[in-house]
């Protein structure tokens, strides 16, 4: 079973996560576009990184970061955005890819969390992400998180804090403080 891309479904669907993670790593690998927007999806460098995985858990936890990093990222543009044809081009793409009950915004979510950490401190996810994305540099992910974070906060009207902000905070102290946001 092979799925050619971002508007096919997949032939066989089950209940077993087995067949979903196979079209996780069987997904075509070309850029998808959001129809009369330039804000591309970067498949071939999300699913090299997620394909680097060990397990099913780590190669998972690799996808969600990675995409929620380039969904972040491609939201800072002076151009306006269809929100609604956005999220529907990268839900169908995390769909395909993880399978029913992922959405852009459990990925949001889940890089908003304490989840998150391990695949952040993991020296072999930097590297890969750093050699894989290099249209997005490592350095920016920092940013990139407290944006997500800030974004979390306006909407809960609740203080950021926890294990992410920590780490946020502890590489804003290695960079000597002068991380944007």
């Not at 543009?77 to 081009?89: G, H, L």
């Not at 020296?123 to 997500?148: G, K, Q, V």
Request: proline residues 5%; glycine residues 10%; hydrophobic residues 40%.
């Amino acid at each position: 079973m092979r799925c050619q891309g971002a508007c096919e479904r997949p032939s066989i669907r089950g209940p077993s996560m087995t067949v979903q993670f196979v079209n996780f790593f069987a997904f075509g690998t070309r850029d998808v576009h959001n129809a009369g927007m330039d804000i591309p999806i970067p498949e071939e460098n999300i699913l090299a990184v997620t394909r680097q995985g060990r397990t099913r858990l780590e190669a998972t936890d690799w996808f969600r970061v990675t995409a929620g990093l380039y969904y972040l990222a491609g939201l800072m543009t002076k151009e306006s955005i269809d929100f609604k044809t956005v999220d529907r081009a990268w839900n169908r793409f995390i769909y395909h890819c993880l399978g029913g009950g992922h959405t852009i915004t459990s990925v949001l979510q889940f890089i908003s969390g304490a989840d998150v950490l391990p695949t952040l401190e993991s020296t072999r996810f930097m590297a890969l992400f750093a050699e894989t994305c290099t249209d997005l540099p490592a350095e920016s992910i920092p940013f990139l998180l407290e944006l997500n974070l800030g974004v979390a906060r306006n909407i809960s009207q609740l203080e950021v804090e926890g294990p992410l902000h920590d780490w946020l905070q502890a590489q804003k102290g290695q960079r000597g403080g002068d991380a944007p946001g």
